[in-house]
């Protein structure tokens, strides 16, 4: 999967600027859209909790607000955002199997460590797919909410990640997951909702649009 030269994602992706080699069907564009939709929706109502998702990530709550209700609103909408995600790229890897004349397995959404030339877009990805994972197999032990301070109308919480307490495979051992951790380094991954929302407002929008110009190389 080496980068073809090319900017767009899905060029990078597959290594090549080739295109689809089946037409791209109006279903496949509609199932695809839609996809899309409710990873925004989901994004928009966790971003909805924050002062700025992007920055500081800090989560704004009324004040003396239930700290245990506090946590499990936040893991709710954290859950849907990282689910909704992974059934996005699974929506577009059957596209693409069906558009295409060969296999792209589950291993080009998720690049080993060592593949430094897969786009930004699936290497970074990779943390959230984990995080998706381990609340499969963990049961959200990597993540804590931590109230952080009380202001004039409201008091702030951040969501921290726990690295050892990350299982995101059955095993729960970090070395056998240790690739979902790979392409974030560990102050990125301390602090999941900037990272969430980095991600989605440049990386998924970025994704997205490469995979519709993509689809208009040959179209139903």
């Keep these: 999967m080496s980068d073809s030269g090319s900017t767009n994602p899905i060029d990078q992706l597959l290594g090549h600027a080739s295109g689809p080699a089946e037409p791209v069907t109006s279903r496949d564009l509609t199932r695809a859209r839609s996809s899309a939709y409710i990873v925004h929706g989901n994004f928009n109502e966790l971003a909805g909790m924050c002062d700025d998702i992007s920055t500081t990530g800090l989560i704004e709550v009324p004040v003396d607000a239930n700290t245990t209700d506090v946590q499990n609103e936040v893991y709710r909408r954290v859950h849907n955002y990282v689910s ?3 059934s996005y790229n699974e929506q ?3 596209i693409l199997n ?12 998720l690049p080993a460590r060592e593949n430094k030339a897969a786009p930004e877009y699936v290497r970074r990805g990779t943390f959230l797919w984990g995080l998706r994972n381990d609340f499969q197999h963990g049961d959200y032990w990597c993540l804590s909410v931590e109230f952080e301070q009380s202001g004039k109308d409201h008091d702030l919480y951040h969501l921290y990640f726990q690295k050892r307490d990350f299982e995101a495979t059955p095993k729960g051992n970090l070395d056998d997951s240790g690739d979902y ?4 380094p560990d102050h990125d991954q301390t602090y999941p909702l900037p990272y969430i929302g980095d991600f ?7 994704f997205e649009t490469g995979f519709e110009e993509w689809c208009s190389r040959n179209s139903a």
């Design 98 to 109: 069906k558009r295409l004349n060969r296999h792209i397995g589950k291993g080009y959404f």
């Design 84 to 86: 909704s995600l992974y």
């Design 181 to 184: 951790l790979a392409h974030a």
């Design 200 to 206: 989605h407002r440049n990386l998924f929008t970025e």
């Design 92 to 94: 577009l890897r059957q």
